[in-house]
C-alpha cells in the first residue's frame, strides 16, 4: 500500500528512538522508501547506522555538511516525501516546529516541507504537561498538515506512570497509512460482520466453525483506511482491533443479527463475511452436560438468515455476501444472490491451499446477479478487502 511513497522519519532525543526502528521496518515491509533525519541528539540513543541498514538510506544529521545524496538535500528530500513522521518528537523539537526554529536537518527540512507531517510527542509526564510544551502542541496543531498523535499514559522510562509514553510502533504505522490512504469512502457507513458464532448446548461448550475473522477485519481497516465510517459486529476471534472501527462483540448468531439489525439503519454498505452457524441447540442445559451415556443427540434449530433478511430489506444500500464452498460453489453463489437479493457475493472455494479459514490469503471470485463473475488470483486477504471496496465504490 506504500509502495511509490516516499517517508522521512524525524527522530529526536527521547528514550523512545529504539521504538521508530521498528516503524522503519514495518514500513519498508509494506514497500516505503524511508529516508531517516536525526537530531544530534537522537544519535546517543540509536546509531545512524542501525537506520541506515534498515532504511537502505543514508541518514541525515549534519545540514551543512557534506551531502549524502542530493546538493541542498533537504530541499530535494523535502519536496520528495508523502510524509514526514516525527517519533519520538521531543519537547524540544515540538518548541523549534512550533516557533519555526531552523538549526538543524530536521527543524529546517520541517520548515521546506510541504506534505502532511505526522508528530508523535514523547517524554516525561511533567515535561508533557508544562504549560509552554502544550502551548507549543495548540500552536503547532492549528497550523495546516501538522497531524498530532496522543501520547498515551503508562510507566515511563524513569518507572513513573503519567502521561507521555510514546504509542507502539505499529500504532504509529496504521496512522500513517490511514494519513496517507485516498478517502473516496468519507461519508460513508459500513456495517460489517465477520468471525464465526457460538451456539452453546451447556455453560461451557458450543458448536462453531474455524473462522478466524480475518477477512472481515482486514475489509474493516481498509474501509476505515479509506475514510468510512465502519462497524463491525465481530463474533468471538482473537486477532488485533482494527484501528478507527467500532467493534460490537456478539457471541451467537441470534445476538449477531440483532446487532446488525440496530446499525442497519444507519448503514450505506452492508458486508457479511461472518461464518453465522446455520443452526443452534434447540435446548441449553442450565448446567454443564455431564459425560454419561455413549451417545448424546443434541436436537438443532435454525438460526436466523441474516444476510437474507438484511438484503430484503436492503433499499438504497449495497448488500455484499461471502460463501465458502466445497463443491458446486458458483451456482450455490447465484442462487444465493437472487434469494437473498444481493448485490454480488465474494465465492471462496475453501477445499483449495491458500483460500479461505485461518489462513492470511484468499482466492475469490465476485459472482454478480446477471451470472457474470470476475475472479482473482491468489492474494492477501487485505489486496482481497481492497478489491471488494473497490467494486462496491463501483457500484
Ligand atoms: C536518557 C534521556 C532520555 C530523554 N528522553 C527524553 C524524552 O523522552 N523526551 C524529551 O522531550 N526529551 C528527552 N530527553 C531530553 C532531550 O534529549 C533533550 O531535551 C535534548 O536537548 C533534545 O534534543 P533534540 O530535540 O535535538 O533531539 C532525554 C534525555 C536523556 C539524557
Redesign the pocket.
Known sequence: MLAGKTILLGV?????AYKSVELVRLLKKEGADVYVIM????TK?VTPLTFESLSGNPVFTDVVGEYKKYPVEHIVLSEKADLMVVA?A????IA?FANGIAD?Y?STTNLALTCPRLICP???HN?YAHPATQANLKRLDSYDNYQLMEPKEGRL?TGIVGK?RMPEAIEIFNEIKYLLSPKDMLGKTVLITAGPTREHYDPIRFLSNPSTGKMGYAIARKAAERGARVILVSGPVSIELPPKVKVVSVNTAIEMREAAIKYFDETDIFIGTAAVADYRPKNRAAEKIKKGADTLILDLEKNPDIIAELGQNKDQRIVVGFAAETNNGFSYALEKIKKKNLDFIVLNDVAQKGAGFGVDTNIVKFVFPDGTHEEFPLMLKEDVATKILDQIMKL
Open positions: 529526536s532525543g527521547g528514550i523512545a537530531t544530534e541528539h537522537a540513543f519520538p521531543t519537547a524540544n523539537v523549534k538543524d530536521l514523547a517524554m516525561n515535561m522510562a507521555g
